[in-house]
Nanobody
């Protein structure tokens, strides 16, 4: 089992910044991908950014150049620096880990990000 605990959400004005953090604990395996997903009201959950254990990153197009994902392997933590926030970024943000072998998949409880116009 893996536990993921997010923090750092909140209310911010458009153009502002927030930094999300997620601490992972439990049975962490060496081959894994940490990621951030988000879900807005009445919409499906969508990928925001991922980072592999080797540091390879992937972003959805709408956040490229504004968001930066990073990780601390010693602490098994993942971060999402969000700059130039837009009202369209408003959602519940979830931390996720996928790891091998066995393709284990775990989610955090989510943290609300609200961007006012």
């Amino acid at each position: 089992q893996v536990q993921l605990v997010e923090s750092g959400g909140g209310l911010v004005q458009a153009g502002g910044s927030l930094r999300l953090s997620c601490a992972a604990s439990g049975s962490i395996r060496s081959i894994n991908v940490l990621g951030w997903y988000r879900q807005a009201p009445m919409k499906q959950r969508e990928l925001v950014a991922t980072i592999t254990n080797t540091g390879r990153t992937n972003y959805r197009d709408s956040v490229k150049g504004r968001f930066t994902i990073s990780r601390d392997n010693a602490k098994t933590s993942v971060y999402l620096q969000m700059n130039s926030l837009e009202p369209e970024d408003t959602a519940v943000y979830y931390c996720n880990i996928k790891q091998l072998p066995g393709f284990q998949d775990y989610w955090g409880q989510g943290t609300q990000v609200t961007v006012s116009s």
